[in-house]
């Protein structure tokens, strides 16, 4: 299904129910000179709001794509930097992270997406925190069950939440399930994030939350670029 056969659907069908229904109400005005020129305006009308809801459709998922990555940048970067500066994962970190976060969004809306309205930028910001705030809620619904997850991966971010800080402090073999060669030499951007949220909700499976927001931005980030720059359809894009 090509994304512009979809959009003239979306165009047609309320036209034709609402020309079915002013005939079946009205009949005589199917042959009136003034009921035709009303029925050319609505068609019109139609036109230009379908047109606008499918454009804005499209940019705001790509938007909201963008706000999420944006997001997962400031989990990651705000405490990493914190933890260069000798501090340990705490709440103000998250606090400080939101608030990079709107500003850096805003500064993307306006250059990249040439946007200025507030109130769109509100929409688009609040779908965003609904998402991930949704991640966190599923993410902490089910518990994890494989065997990395469960071993130097949650001994991780369990250790990180309550206080290591990886650049100062290399863990013992003690301090572990004897997991401390991974923690000490393994990339631990993910972890950080994980952290922080662990550190936010108390529920260490939500720190899993960032799986389930890099995958929707990822698909509506890749939909648009797809679709804008390859020139596929919307079904192919998807």
Request: proline residues 2%.
């Amino acid at each position: 299904l090509d994304s512009a056969v979809l959009s003239q659907w979306i165009r047609l069908i309320p036209q034709i129910l609402l020309r079915l229904l002013l005939k079946s109400v009205c009949p005589f005005f199917g042959k009136n000179r003034n009921f035709s020129e009303l029925l050319g305006i609505l068609d019109a009308f139609f036109v230009v709001l379908t047109n606008k809801i499918c454009m804005t459709l499209t940019q705001r998922l790509y938007t909201i794509g963008c706000f999420l990555f944006i997001w997962y940048a400031c989990l990651a970067i705000i405490p990493q930097i914190s933890l260069l500066l000798g501090f340990k994962i705490a709440l103000w970190q998250f606090g400080l992270s939101a608030a990079v976060f709107v500003m850096a969004a805003w500064f993307f809306f306006r250059k990249n997406l040439v946007q200025t309205e507030w109130k769109s930028f509100g929409l688009n910001l609040f779908i965003t925190l609904l998402i991930f705030s949704a991640s966190i809620l599923i993410s902490s619904q089910f518990i994890d069950l494989s065997f990395d997850g469960n071993w130097y991966h949650l001994d991780a971010v369990y250790l990180l939440k309550n206080g290591w800080n990886p650049v100062y402090e290399v863990l013992s073999t003690e301090q572990t399930s004897y997991s401390d060669k991974y923690l000490n030499h393994f990339p631990k951007t993910s972890w950080v994030v994980s952290a922080s949220i662990y550190n936010l909700t108390g529920i260490v499976e939500s720190g899993k939350s960032v799986n389930l927001l890099l995958l929707i931005a990822g698909l509506f980030v890749g939909q648009n670029l797809l679709q804008s720059k390859f020139q596929l359809s919307g079904f192919l894009a998807w």
